[in-house]
């Protein structure tokens, strides 16, 4: 996972001070409203809905954005958009399996956009199927590290279902089983422990290793599907050394 994962983190620091402010605030309060409609306003009761709370708190959304969005999920507010999720899959440049999360409220400009940004970017649609396969849902929450040593968090969400304790540099990344997440969560609260996000994402079971070249195509095939409001999150197989990233960074 390491240079998916760094650069994963690399890119949301980017992403909450860069001029996609904006649609990094829609896709967090697209989180909420369907969190809240799913579940209920009640965040105490709904973990799913307290999570992108959290996530959005984190990346600095406004309180009344987010308090508005619970009452738009949760029925207490007209105005409430009626959002499905669609699962896309497909191959980007070097093989590199794509599945692509969309919440939407319109089927077909979520199913063109996709299509014209993988088309557009050396990807290519696949089957329902096809590349799901190849990756796990899984639990991640992602805590800044801080004083904290990798054992400390290890002995904190162990006994909550940890899988394992992941050190992206800056940050630490748990995996869980999905139904695992809010017990790992729970126990960082516990501990006193700060987090910066906990969602359930899919992730690879065999990763393809890309030199410089092969990481800057699939960085920008991923910035193009990301760019498309229907898109909420793009999972892909690829693995990238921590060389081969400083390069793209430079």
Same mark, same amino acid.
């Given at each position: 996972?390491?240079?998916?994962?760094?650069? +994963?983190?690399?890119?949301?620091? !980017?992403?909450?001070?860069? +001029?996609?402010?904006? /649609?990094?605030?829609?896709?967090?309060? /697209?989180?909420?409203? %369907?969190?809240?409609?799913?579940?209920?306003?009640?965040?105490?009761?709904?973990?799913?809905?307290?999570?992108?709370? $959290?996530?959005?708190?984190?990346?600095?959304? #406004?309180?009344?954005?987010? =308090?508005?969005? @619970? !009452?738009?999920?949760?029925?207490?507010?007209?105005?409430?958009?009626?959002?499905?999720?669609?699962?896309?899959?497909?191959?980007? #440049?070097?093989?590199?399996?794509?599945?692509?999360?969309?919440?939407?409220?319109?089927?077909?400009?979520?199913?063109?956009? %996709?299509? @014209?940004?993988?088309?557009?970017?050396?990807?290519?649609?696949? &089957? #329902?199927?096809?590349?799901?396969?190849?990756?796990?849902?899984?639990? %991640?929450?992602?805590?800044?590290?801080?004083?904290?040593?990798? =054992?400390?968090?290890?002995?904190?969400?162990?006994?909550?279902?940890?899988?394992?304790?992941?050190?992206?540099?800056?940050?630490?990344?748990?995996?869980?089983?999905?139904?695992?997440?809010?017990?790992?969560?729970?126990?960082?609260?516990?501990?006193?422990? =700060?987090?910066?996000? +906990?969602?359930?994402?899919?992730?690879?079971?065999?990763?393809?290793?890309?030199?410089?070249?092969?990481?800057? /195509?699939?960085? !920008?095939?991923?910035?193009?599907?990301?760019?498309?409001? &229907?898109? $909420?999150?793009?999972?892909?197989?690829? &693995?990238?050394? =921590?060389?081969?990233?400083? !390069? %793209?960074?430079?």
């Amino acid at each position: 996972m390491s240079g998916h994962s760094k650069w +994963a983190t690399t890119k949301h620091k !980017k992403a909450v001070v860069d +001029a996609k402010r904006g /649609k990094l605030f829609a896709k967090l309060i /697209k989180n909420i409203e %369907v969190a809240a409609r799913m579940g209920g306003a009640d965040i105490d009761g709904n973990p799913t809905l307290f999570d992108a709370i $959290q996530k959005a708190k984190k990346s600095s959304v #406004p309180n009344k954005n987010i =308090d508005s969005a @619970v !009452k738009r999920g949760g029925g207490l507010e007209a105005g409430g958009a009626d959002y499905e999720t669609i699962m896309y899959e497909g191959y980007g #440049p070097n093989g590199v399996a794509v599945l692509i999360e969309c919440l939407t409220d319109n089927r077909n400009r979520a199913a063109s956009d %996709v299509r @014209v940004a993988m088309t557009r970017n050396g990807g290519s649609m696949a &089957d #329902p199927g096809s590349v799901s396969y190849l990756f796990n849902r899984k639990g %991640v929450v992602l805590l800044p590290k801080g004083e904290l040593s990798e =054992d400390d968090v290890l002995e904190t969400v162990l006994e909550a279902g940890a899988e394992e304790v992941n050190d992206l540099g800056e940050s630490f990344e748990v995996i869980s089983e999905a139904t695992d997440m809010v017990a790992v969560r729970t126990a960082l609260q516990q501990a006193g422990i =700060d987090y910066d996000s +906990a969602d359930s994402n899919f992730l690879p079971t065999m990763q393809v290793e890309l030199d410089e070249e092969g990481a800057r /195509k699939i960085f !920008k095939l991923i910035d193009a599907l990301e760019d498309s409001d &229907d898109v $909420q999150n793009v999972f892909a197989n690829f &693995d990238v050394s =921590d060389e081969v990233m400083e !390069k %793209v960074d430079a």
